[in-house]
């Protein structure tokens, strides 16, 4: 087993969801719910044990639970979005994060931070600066994330910094550099297409990715990774992507985790893997 994901379930006002970068086009309700539970389905498959977060349903965007908090070992950072409609979303991170036995923080105002900003690559923590992370979020979740190398990476016309960048089990980056300071990072494995980079580690040599990035997934697969592709349109048409839909929690990381749950397939790699 290799943790617990927290996840929320679609809420009813999921279509009035903020769009910054993209035109705004219908979302389909009952087939977003069928996508949830199909991305819950991959999770599960992949030997994570689901956990729902209480749901927030004034808050349309809610179902991006990834911004609401930042865990790291035994900590879980409430943050603060620079979205004000989004706030309202961590009142149930909370309750989960004391559930799992976490040791609850918060950014603090003035300062903002959304979880899609914050990348964590073995003991390298990369932070999105951008319209919904500021310089005082990013000083604060260093202090909270105290031993930690922080390093703050500037955005542009990207919503987060996970929009544009994540990495792959054996922590090397792949993503598009056009919105990044690249400056700042080691090599960035550019994609073919922009959902391309986005991965979620579901194991230590396996990455859950959109079905919109074909030929992303083929070039992953040809390396010897294993991935598996969900379809998440409806959560894109809102400038949603995989890593946005959970928070997932390594089972060392939460001392309350129930041991039972789903079978774990748990394949194990001979890669340089920084799989927590
Ligand atoms: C890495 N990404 C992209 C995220 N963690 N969150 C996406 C949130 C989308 C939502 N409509 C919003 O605008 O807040």
Request: with cysteine.
């Amino acid at each position: 087993m290799p943790g617990t994901a927290l996840v929320r379930r679609p809420g009813p006002r999921l279509a009035d969801g903020i769009v910054t970068h993209v035109e705004r086009r219908p979302v389909d309700a009952g087939l977003a719910r069928a996508q949830h539970e199909a991305y819950v389905a991959a999770l599960r498959d992949a030997g994570w044990r689901v956990r729902a977060v209480d749901p927030a349903d004034d808050c349309p965007d809610a179902v991006f639970v990834e911004d609401a908090l930042v865990v790291a070992g035994d900590t879980a950072v409430l943050g603060r979005s620079g979205a004000s409609a989004r706030r309202g979303e961590t009142a149930g991170a909370e309750r989960a994060a004391r559930d799992l036995g976490l040791r609850v923080s918060r950014i603090e105002p003035p300062g903002t931070l959304d979880g899609g900003d914050v990348l964590q690559v073995g003991d390298t923590v990369y932070v999105g600066r951008g319209s919904r992370t500021d310089e005082d979020g990013i000083c604060q979740l260093a202090g909270l994330l105290g031993g930690r190398r922080v390093v703050p990476v500037a955005t542009d016309g990207a919503l987060h910094l996970k929009s544009a960048m994540t990495a792959l089990p054996d922590g090397s980056l792949i993503g598009l550099p056009g919105h990044l300071d690249t400056s700042v990072l080691p090599c960035l494995r550019v994609v073919p297409e922009p959902s391309g980079a986005h991965v979620v580690v579901l194991g230590p040599d396996h990455v859950l990715m959109a079905a919109s990035a074909p030929r992303t997934a083929e070039l992953l697969a040809a390396d010897g990774w294993r991935v598996t592709r969900v379809d998440i349109g409806e959560f894109e048409a809102l400038e949603g992507c995989v890593t946005c839909l959970s928070v997932l929690v390594p089972e060392s990381a939460s001392p309350a985790g129930p041991a039972d749950g789903p079978g774990a397939s748990t394949a194990v790699s001979d890669r340089g893997s920084r799989f927590p």
